[in-house]
């Protein structure tokens, strides 16, 4: 047996790519406080039943489950950090009072899923994102996708798709029909697979009127470009003032980040339903050309800590920090750094100190130890009469 073999999808970072995430981290960390965003720092570990609060079966599936022995309690281990910050602002922050202030907190750390969420990806993701508690409408939207873009161009990513799309669609035009429980899930399960074929036979089977069979088939083919809302509006007029309603809603905000964002390439996915059994309002994912998974994703999530005794608006976004350092430049952080020679010197080391307190890279070499190109430094001190300076190699 190879003991050195790590689990299917679990991952660690050598040195080059360690160094690489660290310098993201921080940097979007201080993004993230420019904004007003406060860092918070949930537990690896929770009680199942917080850890899934809110979020549906999907989460439960892939969260890994262990049993606390000093209790005998079953707890999880987060897959997903935006539950344990709803607990925070509901319970900590708020302290149960759906009035209070607006949070604005962020969070980085690693989850662990008992299945990645694409074909060969990670199982233990380093989650970054940023969340909204306390406030609903087009402004907090607005914001959180402003900050989630902000996210993607501060490691250069520019050529952007972004995908959005309003559950409230969907969600209106199921209850306008009249789906079952069991009919909407199925309903639902066909929108995510697009399967056009399937949700027809399905219709018939179900003897839905024509009128509101021709709406469920629509809303899979309601995708494109912005001028699918006006679409959408049309076709579904018969839906219901709740689907009118999330469809001006989205308008508005597509609208907005039109404005602001022209490079954007915006398309309208008004059947995307990731997340739907838990998001509530506009969902969005980031794309880049030639790359099929989203890159960063988010939405709406109202009520999310009713589950912790605070029901409140809530919105965010959440990307994975190593699929983010992809594409960042490699460090070039070690090759600036400067060779010390292994001697005892008290001269030496007084300056090998000082260099090191201005943020100098000083490695002493040791005896036997490879040469300073190995090293990869680029400079080195040498002895000049009775000082030490630095010189260029």
């Known amino acids: 047996m190879n003991t050195w073999l790590l689990p299917d999808g679990i991952t660690e970072s050598l040195p080059e790519d360690a160094l690489k995430h660290e310098a993201l981290r921080r940097q979007l960390l201080d993004l993230y406080a420019t904004w007003g965003y406060r860092l918070v720092m949930p537990p690896m570990v929770e009680y199942l039943e917080s850890l899934r609060a809110g979020m549906g079966t999907q989460l439960d599936l892939q969260t890994f489950k262990i049993t606390d022995q000093l209790n005998g309690r079953m707890m999880g281990i987060r897959a997903d950090i935006t539950p344990q910050v709803a607990r925070i602002d509901a319970h900590r922050i708020s302290k149960g009072d759906a009035q209070a202030a607006v949070n604005r907190l962020c969070y980085i750390g690693t989850v662990l899923r ?15 994102g940023a969340e909204i508690f306390g406030h609903a409408g087009v402004e907090s939207d607005y914001e ?18 972004l995908d959005m799309g309003h559950i409230g669609v969907a969600n209106g035009l199921a209850e306008h029909v009249g789906l079952t429980k069991l009919q909407r899930n199925d309903y639902f399960n066909m929108l995510a697979r697009k399967s056009i074929p399937e949700i027809k036979v399905w219709v018939d089977a179900e003897n839905i009127d024509d009128e ?35 469809l001006l809603h989205l308008k508005q905000i597509v609208k907005i980040v039109s404005a602001n964002f022209p490079e954007l390439s915006l398309n309208i996915d008004l059947a995307e339903m990731r997340g739907y059994s838990y998001h509530t309002g506009i969902s969005y994912s980031a794309y880049v050309p030639g790359n099929g998974n989203a890159i960063a994703h988010g939405g709406r999530y109202d009520g999310i800590g009713e589950a912790f005794g605070n029901s409140r608006p809530a919105i965010g976004f959440s990307a994975d920090l190593s699929v983010l350092s992809g594409f960042v430049e490699d460090s070039e952080i070690t090759k ?9 010197d008290e001269k030496l080391s007084e300056l090998i100190n000082s260099l090191r307190k201005e943020g100098e890279i000083v490695i002493r070499q040791l005896n036997g130890e490879a040469d300073i190109a190995a090293l990869n430094c680029n400079r080195k001190l040498e002895k000049l009469g009775d000082d030490w300076i630095v010189v260029e190699v």
């Open 144 to 161: 959180i996708i402003s900050l989630m873009l902000a996210t993607l161009h501060s490691v250069k990513i520019t050529d952007i798709v």
């Open 212 to 246: 509101n069979s021709q709406m469920l088939m629509q809303l899979p083919l309601l995708n494109g470009s912005l001028d699918v809302i006006e679409t959408a509006q049309n076709k579904l007029k018969s839906a219901g003032k709740k689907v009118q309603d999330a």
């Open 336 to 344: 600036n750094a400067i060779l010390a020679p292994a001697k005892t």
């Open 114 to 128: 008992t299945r990645s969420a694409q074909q060969g990806g990670s199982r233990s993701p380093v989650q970054v």
